[in-house]
């Protein structure tokens, strides 16, 4: 079984020796991926909350908050009025165009995440397996471009996606559990981005049998960290928590890997090395 604390002392040893490197792919990464749609949820969490804790107080016939009186009927009034804005906006041509310009968005977004995210993610993972052997070039990133892979990855990791999607809508419990069931399939096709998505999906699930509650405490075991790097409004994760991160988790990848290997559910011709 594997133990955390060696799992991380190896990944920081690996990550250090190709620091510059490493830090730059993680900082492409973010990039790419990270922030997006960050601050709508937050804006409308303040929009609730500032309605929900105004001091309007409630006696019997009127609303009164900060020296100013509201009868029922000036509140019927509002109302009213709010209704018929809302309806004149809806029957307008600024609602469609509204509506347009949101799924456009999302398209853009969603071709983005399949084309450039995925597989920079698959490429960073490369990466970070590769480092622990030789140093590896920045071209590792956009290796699946190069492999004639990149309609599998794209299918096999929207598949992922969606199943953790669908998961999670029977509460959180049971998307989270799925979402560490398929952690290992991002690695997996970074190492062979020919396999099929049905073999990804079982050895990934394979190799997480017995192994998602640990993993998840590694998880909990940089929280520390990530604190201390929004103190440094992440620059320290930039230069420091991020790379160590990705290192601890190939160095998690390569046991479960040769955990694999040795038991015999995978053959060397599916995981043929980095």
Request: aromatic share 18%.
């Amino acid at each position: 079984m594997w133990i955390r604390s060696e799992l991380k002392e190896r990944g920081k040893i690996t990550f250090k020796r190709f620091y510059w490197k490493a830090v730059l792919v993680c900082f492409i990464c973010l990039l790419l991926s990270g922030g997006l749609g960050s601050g709508a949820g937050s804006r409308v969490s303040d929009t609730y909350d500032s309605f929900m804790h105004n001091d309007y107080n409630y006696t019997d016939d009127y609303y009164y908050g900060n020296d100013e009186y509201y009868y029922d009927e000036d509140l019927d009034q509002e109302a009213s009025d709010s209704f018929n804005i809302m309806e004149e906006f809806f029957a307008s041509g600024f609602f469609l165009l509204f509506i347009g310009i949101f799924i456009l968005i999302f398209i853009v977004l969603f071709i983005i995440k399949l084309l450039i995210v995925y597989p920079i993610e698959i490429g960073k993972n490369n990466f970070f397996m590769g480092i622990r052997e030789e140093e590896k070039t920045l071209d590792s990133l956009i290796f699946i471009y190069k492999s004639g892979q990149l309609k599998n990855t794209i299918f096999t990791m929207f598949m992922k996606g969606l199943f953790q999607f669908l998961w999670s809508l029977l509460f959180i419990i049971p998307g989270i559990i799925k979402a560490y069931e398929y952690r290992m399939i991002p690695y997996i096709l970074s190492e062979n981005p020919d396999i099929s998505r049905q073999r990804a999906f079982e050895i990934s699930k394979r190799m997480m049998g017995g192994n998602k509650w640990n993993t998840f405490v590694l998880d909990l075991s940089f929280l520390g960290w990530e604190i201390l790097s929004i103190f440094t409004i992440g620059i320290l994760g930039i230069f420091y928590v991020n790379p160590y991160v990705q290192s601890t988790n190939a160095e998690l990848y390569a046991y479960l890997r040769e955990d694999a290997l040795k038991n015999g559910y995978v053959s060397s011709s599916e995981l043929i090395g980095f």
